[in-house]
Nanobody, 119 residues
Framework: QVQLVESGGGLVQAGGSLRLSCVAS????????MAWFRQAPGKERELVAT????????YYADSVQGRCTISRDYVKTTVYLQMNSLKPEDTGVYYC????????????WGQGTQVTVSS
């Protein structure tokens, strides 16, 4: 089992920045992939970014490429999502999720943190 707790959401004006955090606990993450998803009202959940825990390889959705950075801290077992130049369309609930490196499905999810970007 992996427990995930997100924080860092809030209300920000367009053009501003936020840093989301996701603290993981419960087991070692050596072969796992960490991800941030988001879900806007009335829309499907979408993948924002991923990072492999061991090698630190990253992936970004086109919608956030160049504006967001995903990173991880081994000691704190925490994954971060630094979001800059925020746009109103970035508004939504952001979820942290984890899957095994050899699997496709994300098995563990956090409770989500709300990000609201005002125009």
């Amino acid at each position: 089992q992996v427990q995930l707790v997100e924080s860092g959401g809030g209300l920000v004006q367009a053009g501003g920045s936020l840093r989301l955090s996701c603290v993981a606990s419960g087991r070692t993450l050596g072969t796992y992939v960490m991800a941030w998803f988001r879900q806007a009202p009335g829309k499907e959940r979408e993948l924002v970014a991923t990072i492999t825990w061991s090698a630190g390889r990253t992936y970004y959705a086109d919608s956030v490429q160049g504006r967001c950075t995903i990173s991880r801290d081994y000691v704190k077992t925490t994954v971060y999502l630094q979001m800059n130049s925020l746009k109103p369309e970035d508004t939504g609930v952001y979820y942290c999720a984890v899957r095994r490196g050899d699997r496709v499905t994300y098995n563990y999810w956090g409770q989500g943190t709300q990000v609201t970007v005002s125009s």
